[in-house]
């Protein structure tokens, strides 16, 4: 993958990692640049969380008639397939076998059906992609926020159309009851400027303006007390994390 290519080869790519469609030397291929490059690895963890989550947000749907039909065949296929072998089980030994055209009547009756059902299964996935592309925010700035083993702890990315950031904890870092994680910009030549404290669930939203987030180079989580400190105090505990903040450029 050419990694200057437009921004749609990226998602559908990091999509298609995540769904686990992406198989072979291009899945291989995709790891590699991931490793390589903090936005790739940044768009197959996004992508990794929105299907996670699909289970919780997708709406109930019958599956259509056709669907239930090309079951029933399957069903009745293996019926045949095995009614044919306890014949043979049960024929005398001298028997004649069965031609091989009848034999094979019910493996290819079958073979059939589940190519049918997995091609109704691909074009249905397929439309939930499609939509999944189209309703998808529009990240402009990700950062992967990293402990000081360089292990990924925190995914932050930044919406300029709904003007928040969303942030994603990867690692099992727990911080204790009376303690807060804060997250801060750190702007070059200036103060750490406070962008809000964390809750305790995995996945929250912040508001933020894009001008506060567009000059920032380096974002950072420090330990603070409960509900945090004033920005103008800057990190008062150890910084926990820390990564650069890219704009996507693909």
Same mark, same amino acid.
């Given at each position: 993958m050419n990694i200057a290519s437009p921004a749609e080869r990226l998602e559908l790519l990091a999509a298609s990692y995540a769904l686990g469609t992406l198989r072979g030397g291009a899945r291989r291929r995709f790891e590699t640049l991931a490793r390589e490059h903090a936005t790739v690895r940044a768009a197959a963890l996004i992508w990794q969380g929105r299907f996670a989550s699909l289970t919780e947000l997708e709406a109930a749907a019958l599956p259509d008639a056709a669907v239930w039909t090309r079951i029933r065949n399957r069903i009745e296929a293996e019926k045949e397939a095995q009614a044919l072998a306890r014949q043979r089980q049960a024929a005398p030994a001298s028997a004649p076998a069965?031609?091989?055209?009848?034999?094979?009547?019910a493996l290819w009756r079958g073979a059939?059906? &589940?190519g049918a059902l997995a091609t109704v299964l691909a074009v249905v996935v397929g439309v939930n992609l499609r939509d999944e592309l189209r309703n998808a925010p529009a990240v402009r700035y990700v950062a992967v926020l990293q402990n000081d083993q360089s292990a990924a702890s925190v995914l932050v990315t930044f919406?300029?159309?709904?003007?928040?950031?969303?942030l994603q904890r990867l690692g099992d870092y727990a911080e204790g009851a009376d303690k807060s994680l804060q997250l801060w910009a750190l702007p070059p030549g200036g103060a750490p400027r406070s962008l809000g404290v964390l809750d305790r669930s995995p996945a929250l939203?912040? &508001?933020a303006a894009e001008s506060a987030v567009r000059a920032v180079p380096t974002l950072a989580i420090s330990l603070e007390p409960r509900g945090g400190v004033p920005s103008e105090r800057g990190p008062t505990g150890p910084v926990l994390f820390k990564g650069a903040l890219i704009e996507k450029t693909l």
């Open positions: 069965p031609r091989g055209w009848l034999r094979s009547l059939s059906a &589940a919406d300029p159309k709904q003007q928040q950031l969303t939203r912040l &508001a």
